[in-house]
């Protein structure tokens, strides 16, 4: 209710007229059951309030509650009635008021209690006046009592607040615990320098590793770019292909005679002529004068590329085959081995006996010429039977199936396989056999039935040699030989004739066809039907065969006679001096091997009336064996000289052809020319298939080359080896290279381009034992050497390419190292005999002397040897017969 | 024509000619001493490779032109000589 609020706000005596101090103090009031000390309620009655004009309601009303009272009044009030005044109770303080006016306060609502109440101070009467209102001039004072009292705080009421400062104030829990550490260093500690050093325990970094249980996702990222222009300059190279105009014509534009003499006619044309001919024809006797476009570096580097650019030769041969024959092979040692000429891979080889030099010689064994193939390594094709040990033996060039040996007894013997070459040819690799029961089965029974074919012929002993044959030929097809020695023309263009040598100093020709002398006295032997298969084509040779010219060595300057090993003959290739038509006929039927006239049926034409040959070279090199000679032990009185003298292994040159002597018989002629150039035998003895006039002979520790016509010596001689040189043979294709059997088994590649002084390869124990034989042999595809040894097998290797392809230019490098070596070789003859010449007297002296030196050494040997002895107690009784041997080779 | 015939016979005496061609200035032989395939394989083959040098030349230098032209190959030696309208065209042996 308004009014009452607006009471209750004047009524209350705490506020100054604020807003709020109204609304606080009007509940504050109600709540308040007292009422302030500075009001005391009074009760009027009617009569006093008639008496002070306050009556209720009617000049006190509830907007004028406010009555001020003089206070003389009061105490008039007071005197008058004494006790039954209404302001008893408040007389005293009436008497003390200071002020004059004393406010009443109408309490309409009884606030207080009472009606009215007395304001007992003036400074409450103040304040209650002021806050009544202004307009009242009695009010200013009562508000300035108001004013001045400061409101008092009033105690307060929990709202529950303070359970909310509760929950969110922080209070300890408990008292705060206090822990006392001591924690200190020694004090000695404190304060030193420190000392920095390295750790001495590796280095423990505290790598970086991904934290599996961590991952930051990179969500912001540093990253620049910055534009480029796209801007590029590149070229490119195109062909530039002109386009031309393409076209075909099929025919070819020409010009009609008429047009063509028009042309020529023409005056462009012969101006154009005219200018032209003078510079084409310079131009052409340019060339013919000089060849501007020689490249003349090209030209000179041709001939010394070589010899910087050979290729090595690989280190080891390559073993292709090894063939050993366990049956007839086992035990003996090849002596020689021949290629097949025609048929691609059989080898024919003669086994021999291994036998020292003091066994009988005439002792007859059965020996064998064992034939291998290709196809078959471990078992023989084929066996010849010999009388005795092959030493040489040679297939016929223009009849392979012909078969010349020479024996260990001396006796020439013939074999004719041509019943096996079927047989022979099937065995060929590559070629099936044909299919011959006869002959052999293909499974377990072969060793047993390799045929076995004996020989057909056999010289007689009495008219062979009287020692082992070591070397025998065929004489090539070209030319033959009379029985005067001449050579004359073969009509047949067959080799028929075989020239053999022995060490019993003689060379014999013979002849395989029919003899004219021993044609009436032929023998048909009734004890010809022999277990063993052979045939008949050199029937007419049993037992009456004998050589038709005989050539013996004298020696020169001694008397006695060369003991021929081995000897070379000039390979003769007949000149065409017949009219063409012939020639061809001939050539068809050297070529046609079917036309070979069956040899029995071949005649030894007369002498007289064959052509003779001009031309033929009668000359054999001949390389000779050792001939002991002994001297007879001779006591002299002085001089005990006793040696043997060893003819060394020397080199004839000789011509078979025999001359006429005093007498007027045929007599050997001496040898034109003999070398000293090995030392105790000569081996080998043979041609270079290259060069016609160079031939290689190989002695036992040395080999040379030798050039036909140079007669001063050997061109070439090898230094000395330290092992024996058994064999050799120059290489089928390459013109510069040898092969050279040692006694150790090993094989000496000599390049003779490359150096003189040491083989270019040395394939070390090619072989176990001694190499008795060597051969190269070429096909198309394949080049091979097949080495035989002392042991029976013979080896079959693959050349390698180097070995085998020539170097460029290689044979005209060859030839001219040739000439070179000739013309050293005449050069030193040529100071030889100059240096000759000069010291002659000199030499007298010193003949004279040596014996004597010798001698007084000798007999000062002689007394060093008995002291020896009889310290060492060895003396025999007979000094004297001790032959003492001083070797001087 | 006699002296034209004179003088190809001089060409023709020297060492080792073995053919003389004249062809005209598109590759047609007008006289020639070789048979007649050989002569027209020449032909075609040798104008175009003279063509082929003159533009070279020309192309190089333009004031220049190609005066003479010879091929030594292997087995043998051919010389050309060009002119505006025609060829000359001779086969040579070397002597060497």
């Known amino acids: 209710m308004p009014p009452k609020r607006s009471k209750s706000a004047t009524s209350s005596a705490g506020s100054k007229g604020k807003g709020k101090g109204k609304r606080i103090q009007s509940p504050v009031h109600e709540t308040k059951p007292g009422h302030p000390d500075d009001i005391f309620p009074l009760v009027l009655t009617s009569a006093t309030q008639k008496l002070f004009g306050c009556c209720s309601d009617v000049d006190v009303t509830g907007e004028r509650p406010y009555k001020l009272l003089k206070k003389d009044d009061v105490i008039k009030d007071f005197k008058t009635r004494a006790a039954v005044s209404d302001f008893s109770p408040v007389k005293q303080i009436v008497l003390d008021y200071p002020d004059d006016d004393l406010l009443l306060v109408f309490d309409r609502d009884f606030i207080y209690g009472q009606s009215f109440y007395l304001v007992l101070t003036p400074e409450a009467k103040e304040r209650i006046l002021n806050v009544a209102g202004s307009p009242e001039p009695e009010t200013p004072q009562v508000f300035e009592d108001e004013a001045i009292k400061t409101p008092e705080p009033e105690p307060w009421i929990s709202l529950g607040s303070e359970q909310e400062i509760e929950e969110e104030s922080v209070r300890e829990t408990r008292e705060k615990l206090l822990f006392t550490y001591k924690l200190s260093e020694v004090r000695r500690k404190f304060g030193p320098p420190a000392v920095f050093s390295d750790s001495k325990t590796a280095v423990t970094g505290c790598p970086s590793c991904p934290d599996s249980r961590f991952s930051i996702k990179l969500m912001l990222r540093d990253f620049g770019c910055r534009a480029v222009p796209r801007l590029h300059s590149s070229n490119t190279q195109t062909k530039g292909k002109l386009t031309s105009d393409v076209s075909t014509q099929y025919t070819p534009r020409e010009f009609s005679n008429e047009e063509k003499e028009e042309i020529l006619r023409s005056e462009s044309f012969l101006n154009f002529f005219e200018k032209v001919t003078s510079s084409m024809l310079k131009a052409l006797q340019q060339e013919t004068i000089m060849n501007v476009f020689v490249d003349r570096w090209k030209a000179m580097g041709t001939t010394s590329e070589d010899e910087y650019l050979s290729p090595e030769v690989p280190k080891h041969l390559m073993l292709f085959k090894v063939f050993t024959e366990e049956k007839y092979a086992k035990g003996k040692k090849i002596s020689t081995f021949n290629w097949h000429p025609t048929l691609h891979g059989v080898i024919a080889v003669a086994l021999t006996e291994k036998r020292t030099e003091d066994s009988p010689m005439f002792e007859s064994e059965d020996s064998f010429i064992v034939f291998y193939s290709f196809s078959d390594s471990s078992h023989a094709q084929l066996l010849l039977e010999c009388p005795g040990d092959i030493f040489a033996f040679e297939f016929c060039p223009s009849d392979p199936n012909i078969i010349v040996g020479g024996c260990r007894n001396g006796q020439v013997v013939l074999w004719d396989v041509s019943a096996h070459s079927i047989h022979l040819k099937g065995t060929q690799p590559g070629e099936k056999a044909p299919f011959n029961t006869a002959t052999f089965d293909v499974d377990d029974h072969k060793e047993k039935n390799t045929p076995v074919v004996r020989y057909c012929a056999a010289s007689p002993i009495e008219n062979s040699h009287k020692a082992p044959i070591t070397d025998v030929q065929w004489l090539p097809p070209t030319f033959e030989v009379t029985n005067r020695g001449l050579p004359v023309e073969n009509k047949y263009n067959i080799s028929t004739q075989v020239v053999t040598c022995s060490p019993d100093c003689s060379i014999m020709f013979w002849d395989v066809r029919v003899s004219n002398v021993n044609r009436s006295a032929r023998k048909q032997s009734a004890d010809q039907k022999a277990p063993y298969s052979f045939l008949n084509t050199f029937k007419h040779l049993v037992d009456t065969w004998r050589p038709f010219y005989k050539v013996s060595l004298p020696m020169i300057g001694t008397t006695g006679k060369y003991a021929p090993l081995k000897f070379c003959l000039e390979p003769y290739i007949c000149v065409a001096n017949h009219t063409a038509g012939a020639t061809e006929a001939e050539n068809e039927n050297a070529v046609n091997s079917e036309v070979i006239p069956d040899f029995s049926q071949l005649r030894v034409p007369l002498a007289e009336t064959l052509t003779p040959l001009e031309d033929v070279n009668t000359k054999l090199f001949i390389g000779t064996e050792v001939i002991k000679a002994k001297k007879n032990v001779k006591r002299v009185a002085c001089s005990i000289l006793m040696c043997f003298y060893f003819q060394s292994g020397e080199i004839i040159y000789s011509d078979w052809k025999k001359v006429i002597d005093n007498s007027g018989s045929l007599e050997s002629v001496k040898p034109l020319h003999c070398f000293n150039t090995h030392y105790w035998l000569v081996n080998t003895v043979q041609r270079s298939p290259f060069f016609k006039d160079i031939i290689l002979t190989i002695g036992n520790w040395n080999f040379a080359i030798w050039k036909e016509g140079v007669t001063g010596g050997p061109i070439i001689v090898s230094p000395n080896s330290e092992q024996w040189c058994t064999v050799g043979c120059w290489s089928l294709t390459r013109p510069a290279i040898l092969f050279i059997g040692k006694e150790d088994g090993s094989i000496e590649v000599w390049n003779l381009l490359e150096k003189m002084i040491e083989p270019v390869r040395v394939y070390a124990q090619v072989s176990n034992a001694k190499i008795t034989c060597i051969k190269p042999w070429t096909s198309s595809k394949q080049n091979f050497l097949a080495v035989a040894d002392e042991l029976g097998m013979l080896c079959m290797f693959e050349m390698p390419k180097t070995l085998c392809v020539p170097s460029r230019n290689e044979i005209s490098n060859l030839e001219k190292y040739f000439v070179v070596e000739e013309d050293r070789l005449q050069d030193r003859l040529r100071r030889k005999e100059q240096r000759a010449k000069e010291p002659k007297r000199m030499d007298c002296d010193k003949p004279l002397k040596l014996p004597v030196d010798e001698e007084q050494e000798y007999k000062n040997y002689l007394k060093l040897e008995e002291q020896i002895l009889k310290g060492l107690g060895l003396l025999s009784a007979t000094p004297e017969s001790h032959t003492f041997s001083h070797t001087h080779l | ?96």
């Open chain 2, 1 to 96: 024509m006699a002296e034209v015939e004179e003088t190809l016979k001089r060409i023709q005496s020297q060492n080792g000619v073995q053919g003389i061609i004249i062809i005209n200035s598109e590759g047609i032989p007008i006289k020639t001493t070789l048979d007649n395939a050989s002569t027209v394989q020449y032909a075609g083959l040798i104008h175009q490779l003279v063509m082929k040098a003159r533009s070279t030349v020309r192309d190089i230098d333009p004031q220049n032109d190609l005066t003479f032209l010879r091929i030594r190959s292997k087995k043998n030696e051919i010389m050309i000589a060009p002119d505006k309208d025609y060829f000359l065209i001779v086969i040579q042996n070397p002597s060497d």
